[in-house]
């Protein structure tokens, strides 16, 4: 049977830590804000932005949240951008995914400030991938990493396979997992014979958006198992792997929900902190 790694648990761990370092912040007068905008009025958004929002007060961190409506113009979303990238007291911009379909995700990304690029998502910070070291890694990544750093998971010479090639997870995931010396196999929609990858992987780590996708034939015994899925099965949250038959057969387990979701919010408010601290601390040669 699986260790359950609890993702709610493990992003405690890391509030606590980060409470103590905003506090040590504030005393050199370093108060770190957070902006996200977020389009429209998808209710998943609406809730995930609440949540970032709570946590940000929680500890002390400064947060506003910009509303732009679902028909708001590329060019009126750019300007909003612009402003928060020329206000002096703005650390982090996040700007909430998915926008709207007349909107180009591209270009509006592009539009952020790399420095004040809390989600790790401009193609300056994509391009510090390839060198192990954007300035900060994305949130769910990021909390990936968190979660086997906290069960003692090694990732050096561990082969890991990452199904899922998103900006926003299976990409990155890949990148950081490379950076920290593991074998990556990255499998997406168009890989043949998905299984033959998977189980071969120490770590798997599945965001392929389709419930149910990994079973325990597709799992080696032992593996580590990181599931980023999230969707809506008979009104139930579930993930991309088949948690009561993988449990039985790898070796740890992050549940849907409970798992990574908890430390992408988590790993904002580090990440929010991290840029405040090269921005404000950091001479600019250093960075
Ligand atoms: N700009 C960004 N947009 C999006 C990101 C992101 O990192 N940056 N990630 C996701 C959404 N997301 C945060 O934005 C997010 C997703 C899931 C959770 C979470 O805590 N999930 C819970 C279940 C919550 C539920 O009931 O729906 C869990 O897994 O336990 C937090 C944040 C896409 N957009």
Known sequence: MARILDGKVIAAAVKQDLAMEIAQLREKEVQPKLVVVLVGDDAASASYVRSKERMARELGLEAEVIKLS????????MRQIELQNADDSVDAVLVQLPLPEHIDTDWV???VDPTKDVDGFHP?????????????WPCTTAGILEILERANAPVAG??????????IVGWPTAQLLLAHNATVVQCHRQTRNLAEFTRQ?????????????????DVKAGAVVID????????????DVDFDSVVQKAGAITPVPGGVGPLTVA??????????????LTKEDER
């Open 109 to 111: 990304l592009m539009g």
């Open 70 to 77: 679902a028909d708001v113009s590329e060019s009126e979303l």
């Open 201 to 217: 992987a120490d770590i798997l780590v599945v965001a392929a958006g389709q419930a149910g996708l990994i079973r325990a034939d």
């Open 267 to 280: 790993m904002l408010m580090k990440n929010t902190v991290r840029l405040a601290r090269i921005r404000r």
């Open 158 to 167: 561990q082969t890991a396979v990452v199904v899922g090639r998103s900006r």
């Open 228 to 239: 980023v899925g999230i969707n809506r099965v008979d009104g139930h949250l579930v993930g």
């Open 124 to 136: 300056q910070n994509i391009g510090r991938y390839a060198i192990g070291s954007p300035l900060v």
